[in-house]
């Protein structure tokens, strides 16, 4: 990934999707996260995916003809962007991607984002990673179709 620019942030935003839409959630990880609004990555849609054992697996982005993947773009300092790429320990087990997404005003922008890389299978999330991922979609305002 590109170095972070003169004030501390990597040059392209990241999009976060499933856990990482909530911008409190967001903070208590990344504290320099700086929401830059709701996105979308069309023809792409939520997965989840086992990436080593049947209990270990993570958000991910499957392609779909006609889906939209909706998520928030955040604008994160150097240290907090590593982190997060670092997936807590995982990271051999994701890939970073620099995407295009659609903002709502119709822009196309550049971002960052993660997805798993060697799925095994299918993965079913535990109860408390599926409310981080509905909580998150509800303070970040998605829409109630999306978020059902």
């Given at each position: 990934m590109a170095p972070?620019?003169?004030?501390?942030?990597?040059p392209l935003p990241y999009f976060g999707y499933g856990t990482l839409l909530g911008a409190g959630h967001m903070r208590e990880r990344y504290p320099s996260a700086a929401s830059l609004g709701l996105a979308m990555y069309e023809g792409h849609e939520?997965?989840?995916l086992r990436y080593d054992s049947a209990d270990k697996g993570g958000c991910s982005i499957a392609?779909?003809?006609?889906a939209r993947l909706i998520?928030?773009?955040y604008t994160l300092s150097n240290e907090d962007m590593d982190r997060l790429l670092a997936v807590g320990g995982d990271a051999e087990w994701y890939e970073a991607r620099k995407i295009d997404v659609k903002m709502n005003d119709g822009r196309i922008a550049k971002a960052i984002t993660l997805r798993v890389n060697g799925a095994r299978g299918p993965w079913v999330p535990p109860a408390a990673y599926g409310r981080l991922i509905t909580e998150g979609a509800v303070e970040a305002n998605l829409p109630a179709y999306y978020r059902a």
């Open positions: 972070a620019d003169a004030n501390g942030t990597y939520l997965d989840f392609e779909r003809r006609g998520g928030v773009l």
